[in-house]
Structures are given as C-alpha cells and as structure tokens.
C-alpha cells in the first residue's frame, strides 16, 4: 500500500510582470515548492510544497522579499486545480 502525500498548497500575488523573475528565484532556491498560475492575466500564483518542504519554503520566501518587496503572501489554502 502506497501512503498518500498531501500538498501544501500557499497563495501568494505577484506583479504580472515579475512572475518570471519570481519562478527563477523559487526554481533557484532548491525547489522548496511547485510553481504554478491559474490565469496568465492574474497575479495569483500557487505554490505547490510537500509537508517537509513547506517551512523551509517560507524562509526561502522571506529572502525573495528582498528582491520582490511588493511579493504579497495571502496564505494557506485547501487546494488548487490547475487543469
């Protein structure tokens, strides 16, 4: 029997314009999370984390900050379907 991984799934928005330079800086962090959007004419981005990778993914965040002050983190949320 295989045991079943529940995602952590974090919202946070992001100026359209700097999606890209946000997904570099997350893929470049060691992948702490999954990087995905709904609408690209939407600042609502997912990040996708396993339970392990969830904390550290939140002080990968407090660092990209630094290069994205207007980086906005709504929170938590229960799941996403990104089609």
Do not use: C, H, W
């Amino acid at each position: 029997m295989s045991k079943e991984v529940k995602a952590r799934v974090l919202l946070v928005k992001v100026p359209k314009e700097k999606i890209g330079l946000f997904t570099a800086l997350i893929d470049g962090s060691g992948r702490y999370a999954i990087v995905r959007t709904r609408e690209k004419s939407s600042e609502e981005v997912y990040l996708i984390a396993t339970p392990d990778t969830f904390s550290g993914l939140l002080k990968v965040l407090e660092e990209v900050r630094s290069f994205l002050p207007e980086l906005n983190l709504v929170g938590e949320v229960e799941s996403i379907d990104v089609g």
